[in-house]
């Protein structure tokens, strides 16, 4: 696979770019409670994985779909900051998008809008003419953590 550092739009197919913006319209709707873009930009195959900070990895299209429907759930009142292009690698039918997601909402049971970050691991691939996400992975370690944050934290 080829790299396409620092990831200049005109590097990459503009079909797969329109992708990547529907993906970050897909982040607006999510950051208020809506899951039906991220839900349309996900291949139908039952190898689509997703991996976000609520759980474990969901595979398949009916895990994958109630692990964005349990997300959703987790937002009110979203925004998207930015999001930052860190890397793309591929070429032909496959690309990964390397991302840090910039975004304020109100999350869990929290009256406050807060700001936060993910960075996002997203794979797209070249399907039937249409560029479709097959995994996408989210977490919030976005600044150095030491070796314990591996550790199971105890619960209450």
């Known amino acids: 696979m080829g790299s396409v550092a620092g990831a200049k739009s005109a590097a990459l197919p503009p079909s797969l770019e329109l992708a ?3 993906s970050h319209e897909a982040l607006r709707k999510i950051l208020n409670g809506d899951p ?3 839900a ?11 991996g976000n900070p609520f759980g474990p990895f969901g595979k398949g299209p009916v895990e994958v779909r109630s692990r964005l429907a349990n997300a959703a759930t987790k937002y009110r009142e ?3 900051r930015s999001v930052e292009r860190i890397a793309v690698y591929g070429s ?9 997601e910039n975004g304020r909402a109100k999350l869990g049971s929290s009256a406050d809008l807060a700001d936060f970050s993910a960075r996002v691991t997203s ?3 070249l399907l039937g003419g249409q560029w479709r996400l097959v995994h996408r992975h989210a977490d919030p370690i976005t600044t150095p953590r030491g070796a314990e944050s591996m550790l199971p934290t105890p619960r209450p």
């Open 92 to 100: 032909g039918d496959q690309y990964v998008l390397v991302e840090i």
């Open 78 to 80: 979203g925004s998207v």
């Open 20 to 22: 990547i913006a529907e």
């Open 40 to 50: 349309a930009l996900f291949a139908d195959r039952d190898d689509i994985t997703l």
């Open 36 to 38: 039906s873009g991220y």
């Open 123 to 125: 794979v797209y691939q």
